[in-house]
C-alpha cells in the first residue's frame, strides 16, 4: 500500500490539488475539488498534509511568477500507465521557452500522434510534466485538459504568447476565457 499526502494550493492559475507519494509529486490538478483523481489512487492510504506538498507547491507558484525556469522535485508516474510513462518522460525533454508538437513527440518514440495525444491530456502531473508545450502540429494551440486559458497563461510565462487556434477538454469543458 502507498501512503499519498495532498494538500490545495492557490494560485494565479486558480486552485491546484497537489499530491505526493515518498518518490514524488504524483498529481497535480488543475481543477481541485472535483478529487476525481482519487480513483487512480485506489489501494493507497490518503492522507491531508499540506507540509508534505509544499515544496512542490512553492515551486509551482514561484514558476508561475516567472522566477523559475526548471523543477527540481522528483515527479513520480507510478500511476500513470507504462505507455503514458514513456510518453510523459519524453516530453520532460522539452526545456523551458521550447514547444513540440504531438506528431514530434510521437516521432521521438516511435507511435502516433493519436496515442501521444492521449498521454498527454492525461498527464497527471500538469506544470511539472509541460504538456502545456506540445502543440497541434500546424502550430496552433491545440488542447490542455486544465482549459486552454491556462494553456495561454502557461506559454505567456515562457514567452509563447497569443497562438491562435485550440479546442475544448473533455476534462474542462468550460467557456474558455481568452
Request: charged residues 20%.
Amino acid at each position: 500500500m502507498r501512503e499519498v499526502s495532498y494538500g490545495l494550493a492557490r494560485t494565479t492559475l486558480g486552485d491546484l490539488f497537489v499530491a505526493s507519494t515518498e518518490r514524488g509529486v504524483c498529481m497535480i490538478d488543475l481543477e481541485p475539488y472535483s478529487l476525481r483523481w482519487m480513483d487512480h489512487l485506489t489501494g493507497s492510504t490518503i492522507r491531508r498534509d499540506h507540509k508534505a506538498v509544499e515544496p512542490v507547491t512553492e515551486q509551482v507558484v514561484a514558476y508561475l511568477a516567472g522566477q523559475l525556469r526548471s523543477f527540481t522535485c522528483e515527479v513520480d508516474l507510478t500511476f500513470a500507465s507504462a505507455y503514458a510513462q514513456r510518453v510523459l518522460n519524453e516530453l520532460r525533454n522539452v526545456p523551458f521557452g521550447e514547444v513540440t508538437s504531438y506528431g514530434e513527440l510521437a516521432a521521438r518514440i516511435k507511435s502516433s500522434p493519436r496515442a501521444v495525444g492521449g498521454a498527454v491530456g492525461r498527464n497527471p502531473v500538469p506544470i511539472i510534466v509541460p504538456c502545456h508545450r506540445v502543440l497541434a502540429g500546424d502550430g496552433s494551440l491545440g488542447g490542455f485538459s486544465g482549459g486552454l486559458h491556462r494553456k495561454r497563461a502557461l506559454l505567456a510565462i515562457e514567452g509563447h504568447g497569443d497562438l491562435p487556434g485550440g479546442w475544448s477538454s473533455a476534462r474542462a469543458p468550460e467557456v474558455e476565457r481568452v
